[in-house]
């Protein structure tokens, strides 16, 4: 108790500091739903542009923002999220009655679970066809081994006229590369030096497998038939404003004829300067 206080008196200190260095702006939190100071606690703002309440990072208020904007009714749905973690699933589990988690576990068995947390796998997921509304993955899809089975698999899982609602670094207006792939023996072959990303329930953290350009959307097509649309943000009032700053949805088609794949990028909700 005594360190946690530690901790939360430090990080008011850092953000009294950066507030008076000028690093700090007030806005809306769409996590917290209220008036909020955002703080720049380093120079990459994906990660270090924080909401002093929450703690939460722009990509999860991004992400918050497109539910509230395109699912209003996302709290009774139902919501899949696999890998889920910080302050914009937490507001989900919280406010969402039809909510299941789900993380990959290697060695948990499909479907059974690891204390609370349930073991999946996206490219076999154990729910039946039409399970969910939503599903829902931060930062997952680039750690995804096989992932044209991971997106197909979510499109088996959602109901017609479901949405995969994700983030992913997406590198705009570059090819995608492919760090690593599968081997011939069932590993894992590098194609390029090993690059992990933090894991919240592994230390070792996560290897990348695939850096996704603009090939993205046209590879989830030929998948699984989703057509996406990437929601691109800058808005300091909202704390949004930061590297690799996109929301993507795939939906389902709700009747019987696919559309064509194609991705619309959808304009800044603000200009750079607008409501600093």
């Known amino acids: ?9 430090r990080k008011e200190v850092l953000f009294t500091v950066r507030r008076a ?4 702006n007030s806005g809306y939190c769409t996590i917290c739903d209220r008036k909020v100071l955002f703080v720049e606690m380093g120079p990459w703002l994906r990660d270090e542009y924080l ?5 939460s990072i722009p990509r999860q208020r991004a992400l918050i923002k497109v539910l509230n904007d395109q699912f209003p009714g996302w709290r009774e749905l139902r919501i899949h999220e696999s890998s889920p973690g910080g302050p914009s699933s937490d507001k989900i589990v919280r406010e969402c009655r039809g909510y299941v988690a789900s993380q990959f576990f290697p060695n ?8 609370s947390q ?18 829902l993955t931060q930062d997952v899809f680039e750690h995804v081994l096989r992932p044209a089975k991971g997106f197909a698999e979510i499109a088996r899982t959602l109901k017609p006229g479901g949405a995969h609602v994700y983030t992913v670094p997406y590198y705009r207006g570059k090819q995608t590369v492919i760090r690593a792939e599968p081997d011939e023996a069932g590993g894992i072959r590098h194609v390029l ?6 894991n919240p329930i592994d230390a070792t953290g996560s290897l990348v497998i695939t850096e996704w350009g603009d090939e993205l959307c046209d590879f989830i097509f030929r998948a699984c038939g989703m057509t996406t649309t990437i929601f691109n943000f800058y808005d300091p009032r909202l704390g949004l ?3 690799f700053l996109d929301v993507l949805i795939s939906r389902k088609a ?10 619309e990028v959808v304009g800044r909700v603000a200009q750079v300067g607008d409501g600093a």
């Open 254 to 263: 709700a009747g019987e004829h696919l559309l064509r794949g194609r991705a």
């Open 241 to 243: 404003k930061g590297e």
């Open 193 to 198: 030096p090993p690059d992990y990303h933090n």
């Open 21 to 24: 260095k000028g690093k700090a």
């Open 1 to 9: 108790m005594i360190k946690q206080i530690a901790r939360r008196v």
């Open 108 to 115: 948990i068995p499909r479907g059974q679970f690891n204390g």
């Open 51 to 55: 909401c002093a309440r929450c703690g």
């Open 118 to 135: 349930r073991s999946e796998d996206l490219e076999r997921l154990t729910f039946g066809d039409e399970s969910f509304d939503i599903a």
